[in-house]
Structures are given as C-alpha cells and as structure tokens.
C-alpha cells in the first residue's frame, strides 16, 4: 500500500492512498461471502449461489460498496500510521478507482493535530504552598464538626429562627386554584436553605408554634413547570413544631464520639495534621493548574474548531454524569435553569478552548523532553484501579480496552509525569498569607457592605436546582 500526505493550509491536509489489486480482490471475495446469504437465484438455495451465477446475474459492481466498506477504514487507518498524521476530525473520503483487478485509490482530506511552538516552560513562577494551618482555621473545622454531629431539639417558647428546621403544613393556591404538588403535610424545612421558592422561608421566621400565615411568593420566570412560572402563589401555612440545632460541647466526650482519640487534644493534634495534608494536596493542584495555564498561554497554535467542539463535547457528558450522580439529569436541569444545550456549550467554549490548548502543550514538551509512559507505570495504575473497584487487574485491562480507553489511560500518565516534570522544574515564588475561610468571607461581606450601592442583577436558584448544590455540598463534606 502506498500512502503520502500533503498539508494544504494550516492544519488541512489531503491523505492520497492505493491499495494494491490483490487486497481488493481479497475485500471482494468477504462482500460476496457477505452478500451471497441473502442473494435470491432460482434453482439455487440462498447463500449456495456460486460466484460466477452470480456475478453474472448481478454484476461483480453489486460488490463494490460492500467491498469498499470492508476495506477503506483499515486502508485509512494504516495510512494514517504510515504518514504518522494525527486526525482529529472525521475525514472527507474521495473514492478515485475501485474495480477488479486494479487498484483501489481515494482521497482523503483531513483536519490534524496542529503544530505546537513553545514558549519558556522551565522556570516558571508559581506560588509556594503553605501547609500552616492557623487556629483559626482549626476552630472553623471543628464548628464544622459540632455542626455534622449536632442534635435537633424542639423549641416551645421561642420564635423561629434562620438555621431552624420548621414542621409545617402547607397548601397553595394560584388565584384561588389548588396547583399540583403545593400542598403537604407536617413537612420539615431548614430556614435559610433555600430549597423552597425564592421568599417562602424569610416569611417563616419570626412564627411561633401553633402560628398560622398566608405566604405569598412569586414563582421564578425560569420555573421548571412552565403553567407555574411567573405565577403568584399564596401558600396557607400552618407551623407545627421549631427544631434548632444544638452543638455538642467541645470536650473529651465529643472527641471519643467523633473519633478514635481518647482526648480532645489528641483529636486537635490530628484533625490540624488533616487539615495540613489536605491544604498541601489542594496547594499542589493549584501550583499545577496555575503552572498549566502559564505554560499553555506561552505557545503559539492554531487550534481547529474541531478539536474545540470535541472537548465541548466531553465536558458536556461529564457534567451529564455529575448531574445524574445527583440524581437530576441534563432535562432536568435545563427546565430549572431556563438554559438550552447550546447555552450551556457558549458557556463552556472558553474553558474547552483553554484545556486544548494546554493539553497540547503539555504534549509537545513531553515529546520535547522524551517523556515516556514505561509498561510498569501502566501496570502500576491497572493495580491501583484493581484494587479501587475490587477488580483484578486483568479484568481493569480488559475493560478499559473493549471501550477504547487503555490508550487514553496511557494519556493520562503521560500528562501527570509531564506536570511532575514541569513542577520539579518550576521556580517557587513566596505564597501569600491565606485568612481562614470564614474570616476571608466575613471581610468580603464587610467590605460589599460598606461599598456604594449598586444595580445587581441576581439569579436566585429554584428549590430542586439549589436542594441538588446542597447535597453536594454535604457529599463532599463526608468525602473530607
């Protein structure tokens, strides 16, 4: 087989590529073991005809689309390797000759992988990482716990509160209509998490036990349920029961309750050590993105649509996936957001853009510094795999290569040695002082309140939209 290559302009190319007459003859004979099964001659019974009846009564040209089928995706997939080009496009396939007994020749214009010119890589500045774990931030992780391990008690004499959780039962009306799913019985809600319409819970607080008030509210324009959207609603509240949170004392008892320490400073001693391995992991992925993004905005490529269009791809099924694991899907959260498909692909153009980019950089110094995947790397990730899923590794190879994904995992290692390969050659630069959390916040909050006020446009989340974040929240809290 010969094939060559040619680039026409930037990254457009046209493959050329003959096939000798012998392997056409061999693609025609498997179409007509192919077609012969379903061809109708009389005398003859079904896949018995043989090949001169029926050449003769079809014409050996009732072969060819059949035989050209079979034996263009491997020709094209072995010119590739041969010409050593990197499709990222579907091609646009010329068929040229195919006939018997000559050779079968086509064209093939195609989009590649583009060229990469780097700019400085070794040396790059990034922020050290700080480990230090102040107390204060040790004290936010601890009121985190007491939070987890608080307990509800049912409040009598007080008003209710932002933070309670109220037990209530509720029925809505839109101009005098019951609507479905607007009532309910003694049903609990936490005030001030906002997993009810915009405005319900604020005309929550300050009831009492027993209290009785018509809540009026407006349903957000981007509602889910399109005959409820927009609409005024009154909803006839009825306040059974005040729950508040009560926090477990901070003392030996909550540290033998809440983990394997007798003490409540042994406890401290290792939530701090916790804590510090955990800003040190999330400090490096910080280092790697930020050193990532530098590196990426240095090269000079032309990247084409089609390989922006294809990471948009991919970002749209992860976060598919990430909305299912949350028990919505892409539908669902559509209707809640009042977004289309195409939106959400806008919205991820730029971040899609940025991700090719910095992948092929990373590629490019990779193959710059003769960075290598070995098979004991790759055996190595199967066993880690293997023992994640509770899987043999065997059975991990197999999987990964019967859906394509064992190069891609080859990728991957690659990708992370080229990273550890860029930090290791990074200049560290002095970190700045990170406030805690909630000092951080709280000096935010301060600072918008004391600006001059302005025209803000807020988008308010919907009660299944802002249910789903907080669930999430909780998720990745229980992970920690």
């Known amino acids: 087989m010969k094939a060559t290559w040619e680039k026409i302009e930037k990254n457009l190319g046209v493959l050329e590529v003959e096939v000798d007459a012998e392997r056409v003859s061999a693609a025609l004979d498997k179409a007509f073991q192919k077609v012969v099964k379903k061809a109708s001659v009389p005398g003859f019974r079904k896949g018995k005809v043989p090949r001169a ?24 997939s072995e010119a590739i390797d041969q010409t050593d080009i990197f499709p990222v496009d579907r091609p646009e396939v010329d068929v040229e000759q195919f006939a018997k007994g000559q050779a079968f020749k086509f064209k093939a214009t195609i989009t ?52 309670d959780t109220v037990v209530i039962d509720f029925d809505g009306s839109i101009d005098g209509v019951p609507f479905e799913g607007g009532k309910a019985e003694r049903h609990s809600l936490e005030l001030g998490s906002n997993a009810f319409i915009p405005g319900f819970e604020e005309q929550l607080v300050g009831l009492a036990t027993g209290d009785f008030k018509d809540v009026t509210v407006t349903f957000p324009e981007t509602y889910h ?75 000079e490529v032309e990247i084409p649509e089609a390989m922006i269009k294809g990471e948009v791809d991919n970002m749209v099924r ?18 809640f957001s009042g977004q289309t498909v195409d939106d959400l ?64 995992l080859n990728e991957e290692i690659l990708i992370r040695k080229t990273i550890d390969f860029l930090l290791e050659n990074s200049k560290e630069v002095p970190a700045e002082k990170e406030e805690a959390p909630k000092a951080k916040a709280d000096k935010e909050a301060k600072a918008e309140k004391e600006a001059k006020p302005a025209a803000k446009k807020t988008t308010k989340k919907t009660a299944k939209a802002a249910d789903a974040d907080k669930k999430e929240a909780e998720a990745a809290e229980d992970k920690e």
């Open 53 to 76: 009846i029926f050449e003769a009564r079809y014409g050996v040209e009732s072969l060819y689309q059949d035989a050209i089928d079979i034996l263009l995706p491997e020709a094209y």
């Open 225 to 299: 349920a399109e005959e409820l959207a927009g609409k005024e609603a009154v909803f006839q509240v009825k306040l059974h029961e005040i729950k508040r949170k009560q926090l477990p004392e901070l003392d030996d008892e909550f540290a033998k309750d809440v983990s394997e320490f007798d003490t409540l400073d042994e406890f401290k001693e290792d939530l701090k050590s916790q804590l510090s391995k955990r800003k040190e992991q999330e400090g490096k992925a910080t280092r790697e993105s930020a050193l990532v993004d530098k590196i990426g905005e240095s090269v």
């Open 345 to 408: 692909r806008t919205q991820m153009q730029g971040d899609a853009e940025k991700r090719v980019r910095n992948n092929l950089a990373l590629e490019q110094i990779a193959k710059a510094e003769k960075i290598e995947v070995t098979q004991d790397e790759v055996n190595k990730e199967l066993n880690d795999m293997a023992e994640a899923y509770k899987r043999s590794p065997e059975e991990i190879r197999n999987i990964l290569a019967a859906n394509g994904s064992l190069s891609g």
């Open 112 to 163: 590649v992988k583009p060229e990469v010119k780097l700019g400085e890589y070794k040396g790059v500045e990034v922020p050290a990482v700080n480990v230090e774990v102040s107390e204060e931030e040790l004290a936010e992780e601890l009121e985190r716990l007491q939070q987890r391990h608080a307990e509800l008690v049912v409040i009598d004499e007080e008003a209710a509160q932002n933070g």
């Open 318 to 335: 992860d976060f598919d996936n990430r909305l299912r694991s949350q028990g919505m899907n892409m539908d669902m959260f559509l209707g």
